[in-house]
C-alpha cells in the first residue's frame, strides 16, 4: 500500500504562512494523484487542492483560490502546499490522500474523497484570531 506522511502543521497567527508537506513512498508522482483535505471539528471532511500525476495540473477549492499553493517535487516524492494569508476558517487536520491514475484519459474529479485510496494521518493546524 502507498504511505503518506503530512508534517508542517502548526499554530500561527492569522494573516500567517505554514508549509505542509506530504511524502509518499511510490515509485513515481506521475502514477498518482495526490489532494488535500481538512476537517475541523463537527464539519465534514472537504478538499483543499490537488495535483495530477499525468500532467501536473492543480486545483484549488474557492475558499483558498490566491492563497495557498500545491506543488510537487517528483525527485524527493513530496506534494507540498504553501499556505499564506491564514485565516481562522483554516483551522482543521490536514490530510493528503492519493489515487492512482487510470490507464485511460477521462476526467479527474479531485475533489471527491471517496476516489481516494491512501490517507495519511494528518497534521493540525490552528490559525489563532
Known amino acids: 500500500q502507498v504511505q503518506l506522511v503530512e508534517s508542517g502543521g502548526g499554530l500561527v497567527q492569522a494573516g500567517g504562512s505554514l508549509r505542509l508537506s506530504c511524502a509518499a513512498s511510490?515509485?513515481?508522482?506521475?502514477?498518482?494523484?495526490i489532494g488535500w483535505f481538512r476537517q475541523a471539528p463537527g464539519k465534514e471532511r472537504e478538499a483543499v487542492s490537488a495535483?495530477?500525476?499525468?500532467?501536473?495540473?492543480?486545483y484549488y477549492a474557492d475558499s483558498v483560490k490566491g492563497r495557498f499553493t500545491i506543488s510537487r517535487d517528483n525527485a524527493g516524492k513530496m506534494v507540498n502546499l504553501q499556505m499564506n494569508g491564514l485565516k481562522p476558517e483554516d483551522t482543521a487536520v490536514y490530510y493528503c490522500?492519493?489515487?492512482?491514475?487510470?490507464?485511460?484519459?477521462?476526467?479527474?474529479?479531485?475533489?471527491?474523497?471517496?476516489?481516494?485510496?491512501?490517507w495519511g494521518q494528518g497534521t493540525q493546524v490552528t490559525v489563532s484570531s
Open positions: 490522500a492519493s489515487k492512482g491514475v487510470g490507464p485511460y484519459g477521462g476526467g479527474y474529479r479531485w475533489a471527491n474523497r471517496f476516489e481516494y485510496k491512501n
Open positions: 511510490v515509485s513515481s508522482l506521475d502514477y498518482y494523484n
Open positions: 495535483i495530477s500525476g499525468r500532467d501536473g495540473t492543480t
